[in-house]
């Protein structure tokens, strides 16, 4: 057998429906919309995020998942155009909103689910991804970013395949397959032809600075769904048998920064 017998893109979907998670509406997504738009505003992760692009020669930029215009915002002032698309009303209200606030005239959104017809999505000479990665169909989802980019793709996506803290969902007592690695997007890049680049980004994991039991338990709730009452029970006892002063705050996260060239840029 060789590398190229083997389909990476099923492959990721299969480990996806192994992981068995229920996929997450729009709905959640504008619950969170406020929240993450506060928290994006200063941010370690965006810093290393921007200072691992290049934007020679770029005018505009796409952010497919842009969330409140989490990278696309602070690069609007260096740029013409940047088109936020996101199937979160929320998440692109926040954006226009954030927009406004920061007097960029130069600021669209587009309310689209990675799955839809992208055809009316604009080609722009960056298209970036990040932390919105968790899709159905891998496959596809690349092919998309690569053909509305004209120069650079950047995506970022999660590694080892958990949102919080092996620690804490042992502590729930849930049984909870990862979902799949960043390995399977360089595969599946690799079989487009594609060679990319590989980097690492780590930041404070979601838990982090939680004021209280109620607010870390809801920040838990949100990655693995509700808490069953013996469930938080346990996390209850697990949090208290943290030493005084020392809220957990789990393990940091990583990303991997995954980024190419269209070939003729
Ligand atoms: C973790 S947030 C990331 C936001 C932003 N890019 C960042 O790095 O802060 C994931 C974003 O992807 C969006 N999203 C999730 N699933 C999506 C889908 N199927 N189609 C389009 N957007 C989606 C959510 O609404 C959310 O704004």
Redesign the pocket.
Known sequence: MTIAAIDFGRLYSDHLAAAARAPKP?SA?DARAAD?SRK?QRSRYVDEFIARMDLTGAETLLDV???PG??GLPLADRLARVVGL???RG?LDALLENAAARGLDNVEAIQL???DDWSAVPECDIVVA???TT?DDMAAALAKLHAKARKRVYLTHLVGGRFIDPAVIEAVGRRQPPLPDYIYVLNILHGMGIHARLDYIEHEGRLAGSADFDEFAGRVAWTLGELSADERSRLRAWYDSMPPGHAPSGAPMRWAFISWEKAHA
């Open positions: 729009a997504w993450m994006v998942g842009c969330g989490t990278i996101d199937y979160s998440m689910a990675w799955e990040s932390r919105s899709v």
